[in-house]
């Protein structure tokens, strides 16, 4: 992905801290992590792929807050 170095590498904050918060602020605190970040909105049909990208954390949301995440 353009602009996003493959390193394997930790976000700086426990990704158990984004279960509750808005999607919005929860997206903007792991861009300024510099990870890019997948929404998978659960009150939507969607599908996700299944390869691992070391620079990416997924948000699992409904009606606009965090329900879980994953690096990957």
Request: proline share 6%; aromatic share 6%; glycine share 6%.
């Amino acid at each position: 992905m353009p602009g996003f170095p493959l390193e394997r590498r930790s976000p700086s904050f426990d990704l158990a801290e984004l279960v509750g918060r808005k999607t919005e602020d929860a997206r903007a605190r792991c861009e300024r992590d510099g990870f890019h970040v997948q929404v998978v909105d659960l009150d939507k049909t969607v599908a996700v792929t299944l390869e691992y990208s070391p620079n990416r954390i997924r948000l699992v949301t409904r009606r606009g807050v965090v329900e879980d995440c994953h690096r990957g």
